[in-house]
């Protein structure tokens, strides 16, 4: 059985910060990250935007370069799945029946593509990995017209790249306008435009019946005619080795304190497979981000080297429809009303900040496009406490 002082199961971001916060933190021995993964870490926020639009390649879309993962001497072993863990041996098993004992263990496992619950959904691409991103960039290739099921971000991400490829590219969802639901209706108009703008058709108050080879069925009765199909109905978090070893999970995610410590000792979660305590709000908060993945990453590699740390800060991350971006900062734990800024000539898809207050007026959120400065302080004010400046 080989063994090694800290063991990183994942290849995203929380993975790769853990291990640099292991090494910033004097931790010693080996460390060894393990992911099922056939490439090395490579950053995803390029997969539905560069990558898909041909502008980069896999090779440019690297974490680290290799001289990182030697100069900090971490070992990277890809497509290597591991099936099972033993918190109280302290050894996780590979699926090729290989042992790996740890000292300390972090799981950066993730979360995969939640599948379409509809006759063919089997069938429609998705993206959340290199390979899925490469798939969907070769077959819009040969496509004149695409569906994308879901208007979450990543799918008005890859609905906007896949236009701007010259696929004639539908949207396809429940909500009367993109994120509407989550974050209310002047984002939705907001989302709409920019999705207008970037060339991409909206079909608002849909659903998907069925699936089938060149068509998709809505429960309207409308069949749409297409070269391809992407669906982006949301994420599963990859926590079936924790739940299997019996760690704590919570709604599918595993429980862990503001230092990322699960309920097996020496065991440690970040990033999308984890809801963690934070201790400005708290409160658990799960999270789908990269920047809090990358903090909680590196909470974690900390703490495993003895060093005391803990996740405090406001959960956040950008998006880039067409060539705009967007930024969000927020508890994530809902609000009782809105402000969206007025400068006297903004309209939909223009420059725009929506504030979100609880009923006392304290800002929980803050929604911005094209107003850095209103991010900046929003976060601050949300960390704080405060009223926003309306």
């Known amino acids: ?54 502008e980069s390649g ?8 290799q001289e990182w993962f030697d100069d900090h001497d971490v070992e990277v072993l890809t ?8 918190p109280d041996g302290h050894r996780v098993t590979t699926a090729d029946g290989s042992d790996i004992g740890y000292r300390h263990l972090v799981l950066a496992t993730g ?25 969907l960039r070769d077959a819009a290739d040969g ?37 509407s639901t989550r ?17 991409v058709r909206y079909s608002a108050g849909a659903q998907v019946e069925s699936v089938s080879e060149g068509s998709v069925r809505l429960d309207s009765g409308v069949t749409i005619d297409v070269d391809l199909v992407v669906a982006a109905v949301g994420i599963t978090p990859n926590s079936g080795l924790a739940a299997d070893a019996g760690i704590t999970l ?49 909470v974690a590699g900390t703490a495993a080297a003895g060093v005391r740390a803990q996740w405090d800060s406001v959960p956040g991350f950008w998006t880039t429809i067409g060539d705009r971006t967007v930024k969000y900062a927020a508890w994530g734990d809902g609000y009782d009303r809105t402000h969206h800024s007025d400068h006297g000539t903004d309209g ?9 207050l609880d009923s006392d007026g304290v800002t929980v959120g803050a929604l911005t496009l094209d107003r850095d400065e209103d991010y900046e302080a929003a976060t601050s004010l949300i960390e704080e406490g405060k009223p926003a400046p309306i």
């Not at 896999?58 to 370069?65: A, T």
């Not at 063919?120 to 490469?134: P, Y």
């Open 348 to 356: 939909p898809g223009e420059s725009f900040t929506i504030w979100y």
């Open 111 to 135: 979360a995969s593509p939640s599948p379409l619950p509809v006759p063919g959904g089997d069938t429609v691409l998705t993206l959340r990995s290199l390979a899925d991103a490469l798939a």
């Open 250 to 298: 919570d709604d599918g995610r595993i429980v862990v304190d503001s230092s990322m410590r699960t309920s097996a000792p020496d065991v440690f979660a970040a990033g999308d497979v984890a809801t963690a305590f934070n201790d400005t709000a708290g409160r658990h908060i799960p999270t789908e981000h990269w920047q809090d993945a990358d903090d909680q990453g590196a």
């Open 1 to 54: 059985m080989r063994e090694t002082d800290l063991l990183i199961i994942g290849s995203g971001p929380a993975a790769v910060s853990a291990a640099q916060g292991y090494r910033d933190n004097d931790g010693r021995g080996r460390v060894l990250l393990v992911t099922a993964d056939a490439h090395a870490p490579y950053m995803r926020p390029p997969l539905s935007k560069d990558l898909l639009q041909g």
């Open 183 to 199: 974050l209310g209706s002047d984002a939705g108009s907001h989302f709409a435009a920019l999705l207008e703008q970037a060339g």
């Open 58 to 65: 896999p090779g440019e879309i690297d974490l680290q370069p």
């Open 143 to 179: 496509a004149a017209s695409a569906v994308v099921i879901g208007a979450g971000f990543i799918g008005c991400e890859a609905a906007a790249s896949l236009a701007a490829r010259g696929v004639s590219t539908t949207v396809v969802a429940p909500e009367p306008a993109p994120q």
């Open 79 to 86: 497509d290597t799945e591991v099936t099972a863990l033993d």
